[in-house]
């Protein structure tokens, strides 16, 4: 089984606030993996990621994004998911990338109030991870939408208006 619509890209691409607009026009189910990352973990992600490392954190956001891909449904995949060859080598049906700049995503995240220091080390490291994770979103996406001018509703409108036009 593969996922009716599977949703990547960064922090702050919209892929939740997306997804639950698309499954509820497609009448399927919503799955976010980050909220199954954190149900596993029993907490914040952000703070077992800290407490535990990187490697533990990735190897539970592997495991449940490949257990969620089994479902269909609508699903947004965590932003590091892809980073996963075996998840990548899994992902089939419709995959959406929504593809969002780093200011963007940032003004989104409300990381805007940090500070210029903190925005600026922050803008920096989403700059680096864009870069890496790019050319594996471009690899599995069926679909590209770029998401920087449009509002959320305007985004899913886009997505079903292209769905299956690889």
């Given amino acids: 089984m593969t996922p009716a619509l599977a949703l990547i890209g960064i922090p702050g691409s919209g892929k939740t ?6 499954a509820a026009q497609l009448q399927l189910p919503f799955i ?9 973990v029993g907490g914040s992600a952000p703070e077992f990621f800290a407490g535990a490392g ?5 190897e539970i956001e592997e495991a449940v994004t490949l257990a969620a891909l089994d479902e269909t449904a609508v ?3 965590s932003s590091g998911a892809i980073d996963s060859a075996a998840v990548r080598g899994v992902l089939g ?5 929504l593809r969002t700049n780093v200011s963007t995503a940032t003004r989104r995240l409300s990381m805007n109030a940090l500070g210029m220091a903190a925005l ?8 680096a991870m864009l870069s890496q994770r790019a050319p594996w979103y471009s690899e599995v996406a069926t679909q590209v939408v770029d998401t920087d001018r449009l509002t959320p509703t305007e985004v899913a409108a886009a997505v079903l208006e292209n769905q299956g036009g690889h």
């Fill in 17 to 22: 606030t997306v997804g639950e607009l698309l």
């Fill in 32 to 40: 976010d993996v980050a909220e199954l990352v954190e149900a596993e």
């Fill in 54 to 58: 990187e490697a533990a954190y990735r």
């Fill in 75 to 77: 699903i947004a995949l």
């Fill in 93 to 97: 049906g419709e995959v959406v990338w």
């Fill in 120 to 127: 600026v080390a922050i803008r920096n490291r989403m700059d």
